[in-house]
């Protein structure tokens, strides 16, 4: 009897568990868009488009190479509306041996799959996911026993486990293990930004638009001016786009914000590399041939590199070490709702306006734009970690639970008292000023703490700090914050206090 082979929208890579061993003549793949999983949150547009479209290009590559592949388009009245539910059709038509899957990114459909072999009555093979350089049973055996977990620890062992960067003798290239020192460049417009990496709709992708834009009208941002990869051999070509154009400068402007340029020298793999179009590995040893080469400085390299088997594998690491219990975390007691203008853009202040606006027309924003734009406004304001987790969630078209709610819950939020990160990430607006150019466009003045048209940023920090006194005034990286506000004479403290106030009474009209 053949085998069932499921395959999930982020799984997209004949390199996948799931396919290994199989027979190609007689096993079935199953792929499936339905409506729970394009449904359960507000999905951007364009990651839609883009999962859709990938998904239909991968089953039709797989086709071409011989498989078998049972493939169900997105319908309104598919009978099928979920993936529990397609696989039911299946098992009754074609009653297999097994059922074969790679495990899933996310804890809610995990509980789903973990209870298929029950409830279809067909024996369940949940194969792990070898798409990462570290294993979750290796996570937690380098997890166990710390009380805090260090990224910085963590990405040296797998610089050592990959030889990344390492030198003959095993030691860091250069000397150091990371050049975040050199990477703080404020960008004015030189070098230019490169154009980003465009991909013209083929007639499957415009297909896809044309559904999305009449079945999902009220999802999040807009499918205009689509140009995303949707196959791993345009994929690659990003990547070589990246590596040509924006590797070089990676390093310099990689905390940089512009008022004018969208994407800056940052790589947009991560779509790709979510949704396996691309080898984590791969990039990683392609990024490092440049420097190799001479093509790209090792303080880009290094920097990049440390992104991919630094941070996206720490984050799911802590992801699946926690779940289900850390999407609960809210150590800082935020109850706040979301203002409304995170959904529409429409706010005075210049900085948060672009970061949305370019999150509502591209379903993407770079790293500094989420973390110290959005991401900080959230945590200076106290917004309850599930609203604004749900929000970076629906609207990134890279966004997967397990590498979105360690970055919005744990280091934008603190919520889960500082396990993932050694201090909050929070910042006035003088970060913003000096890293940007949004605040000569700006309605509010920077310089300003108090007084109406002062930057809602600047007095959102100090109250910030004041309410959270007993979660952080022990800890020694921000004891030099504490100095500074008890440094302030008490009439200045209170004005700073009575604006915040009222900026947190009336966050929809900023
Ligand atoms: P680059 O800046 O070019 O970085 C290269 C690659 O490194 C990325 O493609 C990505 O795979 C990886 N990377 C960089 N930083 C991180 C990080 N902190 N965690 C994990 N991987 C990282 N990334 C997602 O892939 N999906 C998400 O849903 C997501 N949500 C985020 C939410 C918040 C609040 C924050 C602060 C960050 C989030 N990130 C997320 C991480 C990061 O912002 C994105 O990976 C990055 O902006 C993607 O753009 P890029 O490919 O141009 O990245
Ligand atoms: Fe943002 Fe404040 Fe600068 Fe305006 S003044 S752009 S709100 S940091």
Redesign the pocket.
Known sequence: MANLILILGDQLTTRLSALENADKNNDLVVMAEVKEEASYTNHHKKKLVFIFSAMRHFAQALTGQGWRVHYQEYQPDNEATSLGQVLTQRVKEHQPARIIATECGEWRLHQQMSQWQDTLKVPVEIRPDTRFVCSKPEFADWAQGRKQLRMEFFYREMRKKTGLLMSPDNEPEGGNWNYDADNRKKWSGKPPAPAPFRMEPDDITRDVIKLVERHFSDHFGSTEDFHFAVTEQQAWQALEHFIDYALPC?GDY?DALSDTED?LF?????PY??TGLLDPLDVCEAAARAWHSGQAPLNAVEG?IR??IG??EF?RGIYWLLMPDYADENRLGNTRKLPWFYWTGDTRMRCMHKAIDATRRNG????IQ??MVT?NFALLTGIEPKEICDW??AV?I???DW??LP??LG??MHADGGYLGSKPYAASGKYIQRMSDHCQNCHYRVQDATGDKACPFNSLYWHFLDRHRKAFASNPRMAMMYRNWDRQASDKKQALIARAEWLLDNLDSL
């Open positions: 990676f990689q994407w940052h790589s947009i793999l991560s590399l979510n990049f992104q991919i941070w996206r984050v993407y924003a770079h790293h989420r973390l991401g970076y969630l990134y890279d966004a997967f590498v979105e970055n919005t280091m934008v």
